[in-house]
């Protein structure tokens, strides 16, 4: 079965630093786009960062481009956020995507998803 597995999330400091890790199996990893969807209780999830198969080509949302970065290792199976300049108070659940190909920031157009991780921001 496909599994994505995300780690790293907790407690940060506003303004600070945390790095999401995505662990995947069950899929020829570098074959597929991977991302990243984040959500705020009552609030619809929402794209972060997308990176392309060979990892030459990435995507960022406008309220995280320049603080955040995406990363993958194929030989791993392991894609990851690099999560800088944290500003939003509060808690967010981070999830990990991945599908075959990248068709935009939409929701519908990943098929697989990890449970999430969660991350809180506090001052």
């Known amino acids: 079965q496909v599994q994505l597995v995300e780690s790293g999330g907790g407690l940060v400091q506003a303004g600070g630093s945390l790095r999401l890790s995505c662990a995947a199996s069950g899929l020829p990893f570098s074959y597929y786009v991977m991302g990243w969807f984040r959500q705020t209780p009552g609030r619809q999830r929402e794209f972060v960062a997308a990176?392309?198969?060979?990892?030459?080509?990435?995507y960022y949302a406008n309220s995280v481009k320049g603080r955040f970065a995406i990363a993958r290792d194929n030989n791993k199976n392991m894609v990851y956020l690099q999560m800088n300049s944290l500003k939003t108070e509060g808690t967010d659940v981070y999830y990990c995507t991945a599908d075959l190909t990248y068709g935009g920031g939409d929701e519908g157009g990943f098929s697989y998803w990890g449970r999430g991780d969660q991350v809180t921001v506090c001052s």
């Open positions: 990176i392309s198969w060979s990892g030459n080509s990435t």
